[in-house]
């Protein structure tokens, strides 16, 4: 079983970027998909969240409307559009899968600065 996400980067204020979770082992279909992101110095805090049965993504005040929670169950990848990017988003950002079982990827660097 294994989450990997990819598509950080550096990116200039007010740009965007795109992450990817890829699953492997498991199918996302049947597991709620949920990005974190964790700053330095900082507590992991919870991004947005997918939902297995189709009720609509939910996303943290601080992110609303900036950011964007897809998935492409056929793919078995979870994505993460993020545009009109801050400095404040800098963080390493993770994909967790949760049903019984709890998963969770390495994360990705993502650096906001111009």
């Known amino acids: 079983v294994q989450l990997v996400e990819s598509g950080g980067g550096l990116v200039q204020p007010g740009g965007a970027l795109r992450l990817s979770c890829a699953a492997s082992?498991?199918?996302?279909?049947?597991?709620?998909m949920s990005w974190y992101r964790q700053a330095p110095g900082k507590e992991r805090e919870w991004v947005a969240t997918?939902?297995?049965?189709?009720?609509?993504?939910t996303y943290a005040g601080s992110v609303k409307g900036r950011f964007t929670i897809s998935r492409d169950n056929a793919k078995n990848t979870v994505y993460l559009q993020m545009n009109s990017l801050k400095p404040e988003d800098t963080a390493v950002y993770y994909c967790?899968?949760?049903?019984?079982?709890?998963?969770w990827g390495q994360g990705t660097q993502v650096t906001v600065a111009s």
């Open positions: 967790r899968a949760q049903q019984i079982t709890t998963y």
């Open positions: 082992g498991f199918t996302i279909s049947s597991y709620t």
């Open positions: 997918s939902f297995s049965t189709g009720l609509s993504p």
